[in-house]
């Protein structure tokens, strides 16, 4: 579950352009950056504007950030004994489920694929 909200620390919308990210990101970097400010958060503030940054200005990242979070409020929300989940979130968690059990079957085919090898070669 993703706990550091970015869009926060940047103090911008979930729908901001790249240009507000970018001006609230250099609007804080001039604010707490070490050589400007003497304070003893500044320097953790600082690494947590650019790890913010990096998220939120590369599209993929902030895309699959996105996506973590609205994910994880999906799944991890608690929900009373008669509820029928929506569509939304049955795709939510699918979504997380798909790659997983997509990269067991191939690591699996791959295993049996060595394991024949072997039997084919111990047999010959």
Excluded: C, W
Excluded at 71 to 91: G, L, Q
Excluded at 96 to 112: E, K, Y
């Amino acid at each position: 579950m993703v706990n550091v909200d970015h869009y926060q620390i940047l103090g911008v919308s979930r729908v901001a352009s790249s240009r507000e990210i970018t001006a609230a990101y250099r609007k804080l970097a001039l604010q707490y950056h070490p050589d400007r400010n003497k304070s003893p958060v500044a320097n953790d503030m600082m690494l947590k504007i650019n790890t913010a940054y990096g998220i939120l200005s590369d599209p993929r990242k902030r895309k699959e950030y996105d996506y973590s979070v609205h994910a994880s409020k999906a799944v991890f929300k608690r929900e009373p004994r008669n509820y029928t989940p929506n569509d939304n979130t049955i795709n939510s968690i699918l979504s997380l489920l798909i790659p997983l059990v997509r990269t067991s079957i191939t690591n699996i085919l791959r295993v049996s694929k060595t394991i024949i090898k072997l039997i084919q070669r111990r047999l010959s």
